[in-house]
């Protein structure tokens, strides 16, 4: 008796902790497998090194003088405008900010001939490296007679435990994050929702056709807005009938949204090619309808506080969604018809009406994933949330949601998200292909159900 018990304590451990258990221990081997010598260049080593280099020309006696080299990419802005800031902060003189190419170091310092001595050059570990930043060539310029090249101090600390690579796990996989809190109540009832994927270029290509058909560039927030309401209803509209057909049409969810999977991916190209040809007069599917309106930008691509805007829109979702499931009674209603709908309808439960309001969540989760989506690449792309239904039933199957229905957590898919997340991140790390990434998702899936059915044979036993 005491054996059974403990083996039926153990498995329900197993049950609701599982995926987490997962999760840690991924996260224990990309650490130990990407421990190596880290260079750090972003804004607070930008930052700490501007005022690094002040204090060491001070103490030098050597004049506040500096020039801050970058590679020419977006990523390293951050670290020159901190290092920038700090120095000029410090009384320091900036003599010339450059974003070049190893070829251009010795033109740009050609053409600062002449000028006052330029004690040090603040750049990161990437810059120095150069051929063209070694002493003997930087030297060979009058006015760099004496300088020297510094950079950040370098450390020992994972790859993947980086403070950048965090961030950009958290957020590259946001929207299927957010697909995922719909798809989690659809397979608690024990449906089943495949149209998510082209939903989301259904989306996106709505709000890019309505917000470029009202003035593009120049439509103000209270214009675009309403268009992404109006796609948001139209999204939520076909997530109910999604719902609509499976419970009153009694076609299987898997047939329903097989078909309008099909037909949202086609309808998509439709309207793009459509579009496209009325305002170019070129033929073909465009990769994207352009969205330049001001502001758009912003939910994808900014920041609030450092932290990347796609997390703050997910962390918010998660939240409500688990109140949602756990603290309403239309919550403990999804469980009760998932478990077993017959005991729920009557328990006087609206057994239908319940349905087709969780397709409706779902097609509306779709629906701000395509927004978040359109904002983050500027646009909406026809091509956008291909194969993200598979993607999407991994991580909800990860994180413990039985696919029998009536059992499943919000916050489990959210670790169960954050595993997909995790694979793919150190996939990716290790120079994996797409293509085969396919093959390692497609055996998560396949593991995660066996798992699921070993869980269901403890509990009975």
Avoid at 32 to 41: D, F, L, M
Avoid at 239 to 249: D, E, I, K, R
Avoid at 423 to 448: P, S
Wanted: hydrophobic content about 50%; some cysteine; aromatic content about 8%.
């Amino acid at each position: 008796m005491a054996q059974a018990k403990k083996t039926f304590t153990l498995g329900r451990l197993f049950s609701q902790y599982g995926s987490l258990l997962v999760l840690l221990l991924l996260c224990a081997y990309y650490s130990w497998a990407t421990w190596g010598e880290q260079h750090p260049s972003n804004a607070s080593a930008g930052r700490k090194l501007g005022r690094q280099a002040v204090e060491y020309l001070q103490k030098s006696n050597l004049p506040l003088r500096a020039i801050v080299i970058v590679r020419k990419v977006e990523a390293d802005a951050p670290f020159a405008d901190a290092a920038t800031e700090a120095f000029e902060a410090g009384g320091g003189e900036v003599v010339a900010r450059l974003a070049i190419e190893p070829k251009d170091v010795h033109t740009e310092a050609a053409e600062l001939e002449g000028s006052e001595a330029i004690p040090a050059i603040i750049t990161h570990d990437a810059c120095a490296k150069w051929g063209s930043m070694e002493y003997e060539r930087l030297r060979a310029h009058g006015h760099l007679e004496t300088v020297v090249v510094l950079k950040p101090k370098s450390y020992y600390w994972p790859s993947f435990l980086t403070w950048d690579n965090l961030l950009n796990i958290l957020s590259q996989d946001a929207e299927v994050a957010i697909i995922a809190i719909g798809m989690t109540m659809v397979i608690i009832t024990a449906g089943i929702d495949l149209s998510v994927g082209s939903l989301v270029a259904l989306a996106g290509v709505l709000m890019a056709v309505m917000i470029n058909g009202l003035g593009g560039q120049q439509v103000p927030l209270y214009i675009w807005g309403p268009c992404v309401l109006v796609a948001m209803l139209l999204c939520s509209g076909v997530g109910a009938m999604n719902g609509v057909l499976s419970t009153y049409g009694r076609i299987p969810a898997f047939i329903v949204t097989l078909a309008t999977m099909m037909m949202f991916q086609g309808l998509a190209q439709i309207i793009a090619v459509r579009f496209h040809t009325a305002v170019t007069g070129e033929a073909g599917v465009p990769e994207a309808i352009a969205i330049s309106a001001k502001g758009f930008h912003w939910l994808g691509g900014g920041s609030t506080f450092g932290i990347p805007n796609p997390i703050w829109l997910m962390a918010c979702l998660y939240g409500v969604a688990h109140v949602f499931m756990t603290r309403t009674p239309m919550g403990r209603y999804i469980y009760a018809v998932g478990g077993n709908p017959e005991a729920a309808h009557l328990s006087g439960i609206p057994v239908k009406k319940v349905l087709i309001l969780v397709y409706a969540l779902c097609g509306t989760m779709v629906a701000i994933a395509g927004f978040l989506n359109a904002s983050r690449f500027s646009g909406g792309r026809p091509g956008a949330g291909e194969q993200w239904e598979l993607q999407v039933i991994a991580a909800v199957v990860v994180g413990g949601t039985s696919l029998s229905g009536g059992e499943g957590r919000i916050l489990g898919t959210l670790v169960g998200v954050l595993i997909i997340t995790v694979i793919h991140n150190g996939l990716n790390m290790a120079n994996v292909q797409a293509y085969e990434q396919k093959v390692v998702f497609g055996a998560l899936i396949l593991a995660a159900s066996f798992l699921d059915q070993v869980k269901k044979r403890w509990a009975v036993a």
